[in-house]
């Protein structure tokens, strides 16, 4: 079950990124039954939580706050289920960095929930092999959700 609540004062695709959610769950195969929250705030809040959670000034673009720990199974386990966690997406900061990043508004947004889902399931960019692995799988998902749209 993905819930998304959108305080963040601006339109977004609220339907689409549900969408994403969703088959990026499903290719990294977690059940289909575990729960994500997606929110979307305003930079004021986003900024707050970036100085409360990681001691950063300023506003960011996403950032998870996982629950359960899950990650994605083995080849021959079951799919995980429980509480994924959080993902906190900030609009007005995706925005402003969607054309630095070669994106439109809307690309940029669909990437870092991805992004945020990723650290979600236990992936981090801290060191250079962690972040080939993870910003690689980032891509491929995007990817597939391209082409998933394509065919529909």
């Not at 549900?18 to 705030?41: D, K």
């Not at 007005?92 to 990043?101: L, P």
């Amino acid at each position: 079950m993905i819930d998304l609540n959108n305080e963040s004062g601006q339109e977004a695709d609220e339907q689409g990124l549900i969408a994403l959610a969703t088959f990026a769950l499903a290719q990294l195969r977690i059940h289909p039954q575990s729960e994500l929250s997606i929110l979307l705030v305003d930079e004021d809040t986003m900024a707050s939580y970036h100085e409360r959670f990681l001691g950063l000034p300023g506003p960011t673009d996403v950032m998870s706050f996982p629950m359960d720990e899950l990650r994605s199974p083995g080849a021959q386990d079951d799919p995980p289920e429980g509480h994924l966690g959080d993902i906190v997406l900030c609009p007005a900061v995706t925005e402003r960095q969607a054309s630095e990043n070669g994106r439109s508004a809307s690309e940029e947004a669909e990437y870092l929930l991805v992004h945020g889902l990723l650290h979600l399931l236990g992936h981090d960019h801290a060191e250079p092999d962690e972040k080939a692995v993870m910003f690689g799988l980032n891509d491929q998902l995007i990817a597939a959700w391209q082409q998933h749209r394509l065919g529909d």
